[in-house]
C-alpha cells in the first residue's frame, strides 16, 4: 500500500487553517444536511461536512481538498461532539485526505481482481509521467495512492480521480487520461473500451431483441 501520508507541521497548519468558517453557501449547505437528522442525532452529520470541508478547503487551494486540524475541530464544534470522534471518522475512511495533496488525487485499486487484469501497468504509467506512490507532483497536479478495492471489478483494472472513475485501463489508456489532465482536457469518464457502464464489450450477449426498444437507463420503459 502507499506510504504514510506526511502530515504538515501543526503550527504552519493552525496559522493556516485555525480561522476556518464555512463560505455563506456552504453554511446553508451544512444547515441543510443537519437538519436531515433528528434533535439529539445531529452527530450523524459528521460525514457530509467533512465531505463538504474537504471540498471547501479544495476550492480555497485549487486541490482536491484535504482536512486541517482546525477543520476537523470546527466541524466537532457545530455538532457538539468530541473532537476524536470526528478525527476517528476521517482516519477510517479513504475519502477523507488527511494532509494536502495536488489537483487531481489519483487513487489506483490494487486489489485481486485489479492486479490480476493489469494494475502494475497503470502503476508503470503513473511511474513513467513522474507520479510517486504517496506522494505530489513537484507542479502540485497529482498525488498518486493505492487503495484498497472501489467496488468496480468487472472493469478492473481502474482507478478514481476526484470525483471519477476511468475503468478497463492499460498502460497507454492511463497514460493518454493523466496527458489530458495535465493540459486541462477532460477525459472520458468510465470504461476506457466499447461497453456502457459494465456491459459486456462490443454490445449486449443477452436479450438482444431488446436493444434498440426505448427504454431509460434504469430498464423501465421511457
Not at 69 to 74: A, K, L, R, T, W
Not at 84 to 89: A, N
Amino acid at each position: 500500500m502507499a506510504d504514510a501520508v506526511h502530515i504538515p507541521d501543526e503550527a504552519e497548519t493552525r496559522a493556516r487553517w485555525g480561522a476556518f468558517a464555512w463560505t455563506a453557501e456552504n453554511a446553508e449547505q451544512a444547515k441543510k444536511v443537519i437538519a436531515r437528522y433528528p434533535a439529539g442525532r445531529q452527530q450523524s452529520a459528521v460525514m457530509p461536512l467533512l465531505d463538504l470541508a474537504q471540498r471547501q478547503v479544495g476550492a480555497e487551494t485549487q486541490t482536491q481538498g484535504w482536512l486541517p486540524v482546525p477543520v476537523m475541530e470546527y466541524i466537532a464544534d457545530q455538532l457538539e461532539m468530541p473532537y476524536m470522534r470526528v478525527y476517528e471518522v476521517a482516519t477510517f475512511y479513504t475519502m477523507y485526505n488527511l494532509a494536502p495533496v495536488g489537483r487531481y488525487h489519483v487513487q489506483v485499486c490494487g486489489t485481486t481482481p485489479c492486479m490480476l487484469r493489469g494494475s502494475d501497468d497503470v502503476f508503470s504509467a503513473c511511474k513513467n509521467k513522474g507520479l510517486v506512490k504517496g506522494g505530489t507532483t513537484p507542479d502540485g497536479l497529482f498525488t498518486l495512492t493505492e487503495v484498497e478495492c472501489l467496488g468496480a471489478c468487472a472493469n478492473a483494472p481502474m482507478v478514481q480521480i476526484n470525483d471519477d472513475n476511468f475503468e478497463d485501463l492499460t498502460y497507454d489508456s492511463m497514460s493518454a487520461i493523466l496527458d489530458d489532465l495535465a493540459v486541462g482536457k477532460q477525459p472520458r469518464i468510465g470504461p476506457q473500451i466499447d461497453r456502457q457502464t459494465s456491459c459486456p464489450e462490443g454490445g449486449p450477449t443477452t436479450l438482444k431483441e431488446m436493444v434498440g426498444e426505448n427504454h431509460d437507463y434504469r430498464g423501465e420503459w421511457a
